[in-house]
């Protein structure tokens, strides 16, 4: 059975590149939101296996919609993975105490994408 993702993130260039590596190389259906605000109500209504959030985004971020996703008797075990340019070992540390499954920095490389999720969210093949 195919898997689902929910990509939230504010730029469509990254949506795009997330979108063609899940789809093409793992098969995966992929949904996609442009805001933590659309993030929020795609995963209420669609329930992904997995959501790839970035973090900095205009308006709600990241740890803003994190925060209501864990919040949520709906979302709350939706296993979620921050897509974060804050690539220092320390923030990703500190955002790893936030109950994610993990952590991908950007810019990350397109060919590994669907190994890191796959690794993070301990999906076997």
Do not use: N
């Amino acid at each position: 059975m195919s898997k689902q993702i929910l990509i939230v993130d504010d730029d469509d260039a990254v949506r795009e590149i997330v979108q063609y590596c899940l789809e093409a190389a793992a098969g995966w259906e992929v949904l996609m939101a442009a805001s933590g605000r659309e993030g929020l109500a795609v995963a209420r209504s669609q329930q992904p296996d997995a959501i790839l959030l970035d973090v900095m985004m205009p308006d709600m971020d990241g740890l803003e919609t994190l925060r209501q996703l864990q919040g949520d008797k709906t979302t709350q075990d939706i296993p979620t993975i921050l897509l974060t340019a804050k690539a220092r070992i320390g923030d990703r540390q500190q955002l790893q105490s936030l109950g994610v499954a993990g952590t991908i920095s950007k810019p990350f490389e397109a060919v590994s994408l669907v190994e890191q999720v796959r690794s993070l969210l301990h999906w076997d093949e």
